[in-house]
T-cell receptor, first 113, second 115 residues
Framework: ETGVTQTPRHLVMGMTNKKSLKCEQH?????MYWYKQSAKKPLELMFV???????ENNSVPSRFSPECPNSSHLFLHLHTLQPEDSALYLC????????????FGPGTRLTVL | AQTVTQSQPEMSVQEAETVTLSCTYD???????LFWYKQPPSRQMILVIR??????QNATENRFSVNFQKAAKSFSLKISDSQLGDTAMYFC????????????FGSGTRLSIRP
């Protein structure tokens, strides 16, 4: 197992719910990432944080709201999602945003009803 | 546009056999890294092997090796003496020096190793 943990591992929510995904890295890294993994599609980079500042936002709908309170923690706040948002959400970290190696968490399997 | 194409959605081989996973990519940049990531059924993605585009020598990591053909923009992964634990999704990916932190992934190849 890598030093990146994610909770919860599974989440089922209705379209009107508000929930949050949590990611924590124990590697002393300065960059963290959110990816969306849908079936039979490539991983999609959603957000990049470097030293707690957002450096990348890949045209993600506003119903996804990231938060990085410190370099070890990353959240993804979810609000009024759509069924097509059902996917595996992966968190990753790297030494810096310029690093060529990222370490991934196990993911949160999200189902939107 | 920068893209990664994995033309084999699924593959299956017998244990101890050698298997090659294909990957092609497209970029106009000259400096980049190429990767193969493995995602076992437990879902934690791990880096298998990495190649720097300026290096002509193919990277190897134990039973894993790549065949990097820069002119053809091809980056295949060879797994020798395959083991049951190699069963996983394999993703080819690349990252340019100019857009560090943005790794572009392919859609993956599901590899099954049969006992």
């Amino acid at each position: 197992e890598t030093g990146v943990t994610q909770t919860p591992r599974h989440l089922v929510m209705g379209m009107t719910n508000k929930k949050s995904l949590k990611c924590e890295q124990h590697l002393g890294h300065n960059a963290m990432y959110w990816y969306k993994q849908s079936a039979k599609k490539p991983l999609e980079l959603m957000f990049v944080y470097s030293l707690e500042e957002r450096v990348e936002n890949n045209s993600v709908p506003s119903r996804f709201s990231p938060e990085c309170p410190n370099s070890s923690h990353l959240f993804l706040h979810l609000h009024t999602l759509q069924p097509e948002d059902s996917a595996l959400y992966l968190c990753a970290s790297s030494v810096s945003s310029a690093s060529n190696e990222q370490f991934f968490g196990p993911g949160t399997r999200l189902t939107v009803l | 546009a920068q893209t990664v194409t994995q033309s084999q959605p699924e593959m299956s081989v017998q244990e101890a056999e050698t298997v090659t996973l294909s990957c092609t990519y497209d970029t106009s940049e000259n400096n980049y890294y190429l990767f193969w990531y493995k995602q076992p059924p437990s879902r934690q993605m791990i880096l298998v092997i990495r190649q720097e585009a300026y290096k002509q020598q193919n990277a190897t990591e134990n039973r894993f090796s790549v065949n990097f053909q820069k002119a053809a923009k091809s980056f295949s992964l060879k797994i020798s003496d395959s083991q049951l634990g190699d069963t996983a999704m394999y993703f080819c990916a690349f990252m340019t020096y100019s857009s560090a932190s943005k790794i572009i992934f392919g859609s993956g190849t599901r590899l099954s190793i049969r006992p």
